[in-house]
T-cell receptor, first 113, second 111 residues
Framework: GAGVSQTPSNKVTEKGKYVELRCDPI?????LYWYRQSLGQGPEFLIY????????DSGLPNDRFFAVRPEGSVSTLKIQRTERGDSAVYLC???????????FGQGTRLTVV | QKEVEQDPGPLSVPEGAIVSLNCTYS??????FMWYRQYSRKGPELLMY????GNKEDGRFTAQVDKSSKYISLFIRDSQPSDSATYLC???????????FGTGTRLLVSP
């Protein structure tokens, strides 16, 4: 596809469960970003990948959150022991490099019940 | 205090009006200033970005940055109902690497 693809579009999980959120960036984009957007708020930075490595993970709220990008393309955001406060829209974006425009996907809406 | 402050609105205007959207910020290290538009249940879409101070125009949209006042603005001329969306300002010290967003202003343009 031409844009950033995120799956699933919606995810409902029970408190305490483990979830994985997937991001397929635009082909050839080396930079990939994860953000979290709570209701009525702007997106909040979580982590930035340059290639396969996490160049900046300072936005991950705690050690329940982890993200990987093993082959420098698809990325997975993993959340362990989910809490109700993790409910939000998780947005992924990619760019050709860190100084050119980042394109966002439509997000995964996570609801923890 | 948040690094970036933005009035959440909603801002309601009639079609054809000039719209002014604003953000203030506190971090003097910010060099890149962006405006995103976000429709309901969609991801943010970049409208414009500016490096450092000055003005930038693109069609009906004009972005202004005043670093001395730590104040940025987006003007929309001849507003259309299709402009109804949430407008997010975003900033960073290093390109698109780690954006700090405002809360977003919800704009409603009525026919």
């Amino acid at each position: 596809g031409a844009g950033v693809s995120q799956t699933p579009s919606n995810k409902v999980t029970e408190k305490g469960k483990y979830v994985e959120l997937r991001c397929d960036p635009i082909s050839g984009h080396t930079a990939l970003y994860w953000y979290r957007q709570s209701l009525g708020q702007g997106p909040e930075f979580l982590i930035y990948f340059q290639g396969t490595g996490a160049a900046d993970d300072s936005g991950l709220p705690n050690d329940r959150f982890f993200a990987v990008r093993p082959e420098g393309s698809v990325s997975t955001l993993k959340i362990q022991r989910t809490e109700r406060g993790d409910s939000a829209v998780y947005l992924c974006a990619s760019s050709a490099d860190r100084v050119t425009e980042a394109f966002f996907g439509q997000g995964t809406r996570l609801t923890v019940v | 205090q948040k690094e970036v402050e933005q009035d959440p609105g909603p801002l309601s205007v009639p079609e054809g009006a000039i719209v002014s959207l604003n953000c203030t910020y506190s971090n003097s290290a910010f060099q890149y200033f962006m405006w995103y538009r976000q429709y309901s249940r969609k991801g943010p879409e970049l409208l414009m970005y500016t490096y450092s101070s000055g003005n930038k125009e693109d069609g009906r949209f004009t972005a202004q940055v005043d670093k001395s006042s730590k104040y940025i603005s987006l003007f929309i001329r001849d507003s259309q109902p299709s402009d109804s969306a949430t407008y997010l300002c975003a900033m960073s010290g290093t390109g698109f690497q780690k954006l700090v967003f405002g809360t977003g202003t919800r704009l409603l343009v009525s026919p």
